[in-house]
């Protein structure tokens, strides 16, 4: 009964991913040229989250800042520490135009001030949401970006925001350095 439990977690989140894949593919897409222009512009990604999507985001912000599945040059990243009002500070202190502000939410509530605060210093926002992502759209000007996991249960919305960060990281290094030799 439990090795059914266990593989049952396998095949809710290969469907989930399946089944995301068409949803998903623009936003993502439109993510990663939204973060490489600022790479590529003499800009840095600033990453932060609420609960889960603060540990994706300091993940994100190592991948760019280390390696992905190949080397190549650092890319200008890093996570943001601390509880929203530390972030929104962060954002204040180091935040400039052609910045983009990776906002990475576990759907168990955001901060607007977070938002705003990009906003003020003319920054592009990306975020990365599951329930609640709506709200953001509210929040999120035309040229930000949304990616929403079309999704309810909290540990399948992480499995996918796991791969969505991976689908950016890949999309950026074969933009930055082309196909990878296999």
């Not at 926002?125 to 999704?151: N, S």
């Not at 689908?167 to 930055?176: E, G, I, S």
């Amino acid at each position: 009964m439990l090795e059914q439990r266990i593989q049952q977690h396998f095949f809710d989140s290969a469907d989930l991913k399946y089944q995301s894949a068409e949803a998903v593919a623009r936003p993502i897409a439109e993510a990663a040229a939204a973060l490489l222009s600022a790479i590529t512009g003499g800009g840095k990604v600033m990453a932060c989250g609420s609960g889960a999507g603060t540990v994706l985001a300091q993940h994100l912000a190592r991948l760019f800042t280390g390696r992905f599945e190949r080397e190549r040059p650092p890319l200008a990243a890093l996570a943001l520490a601390g509880e929203p009002a530390m972030q929104v500070q962060q954002i204040r202190a180091l935040g400039l135009p052609g910045d983009v502000l990776m906002y990475v939410d576990d759907g168990e509530g955001h901060s607007t001030a977070v938002i705003s605060a990009a906003q003020a210093k003319d920054m592009t926002i990306v975020v990365l949401a599951g329930r609640g992502a709506a709200a953001f759209g509210e929040l999120l000007a035309e040229t930000d970006v949304l990616v929403a996991v079309p999704m309810e249960r909290p540990a399948r919305i992480v499995e996918l925001q796991l791969l969505v960060l991976h689908c950016l990281c890949d999309a950026v290094d074969f933009q930055l350095m082309g196909e990878q030799d296999t």
